[in-house]
């Protein structure tokens, strides 16, 4: 599977921006969609996923952003409203894949968001 991230830009606060993320390959055994972001010096982490019809979201951004699937276009969006600075962070899409009994995660290249005025 690849990932191929898109969307990030500069935006002022309380702008909105919409993250994509186009998987192509061997798709069908994607069981997850995941956001992570990252800022210099800090881990990664979690802030959405997408499994099935359920979502999950951190703290941080919950009632802010919005995960969504376009499974036909295998594409997952993730919808940021009411920017903060705080925000500002490399967003990275991150795919849990199940072949068999084998698990694995895949990652594609991080977009960055800036969130300044």
């Known amino acids: 599977v690849q990932l191929q991230a898109s969307g990030g830009g500069l935006v002022q606060p309380g702008g909105s921006l919409r993250l994509s993320c186009v998987a192509s390959?061997?798709?069908?055994?994607?069981?997850?969609w995941n956001w992570y972001r990252q800022v210099p010096g800090d881990q990664r982490d979690l802030i959405a996923l997408?499994?099935?019809?359920?979502?999950w979201y951190a703290d941080s951004v919950k009632g802010r952003f919005t995960i969504s699937r376009d499974s036909a276009k295998n594409t997952v969006y993730l919808q940021m409203s009411t920017l903060k600075p705080e925000d500002t962070a490399t967003y990275f899409c991150?795919?849990?894949?199940?072949?068999?009994?084998?698990?694995?995660?895949?990652w594609g290249q991080g977009t960055q968001v800036t969130v300044s005025s």
């Open positions: 991150n795919v849990n894949r199940r072949t068999g009994s084998q698990y694995t995660t895949q």
């Open positions: 390959g061997s798709v069908n055994d994607i069981y997850a």
């Open positions: 997408i499994s099935g019809g359920s979502t």
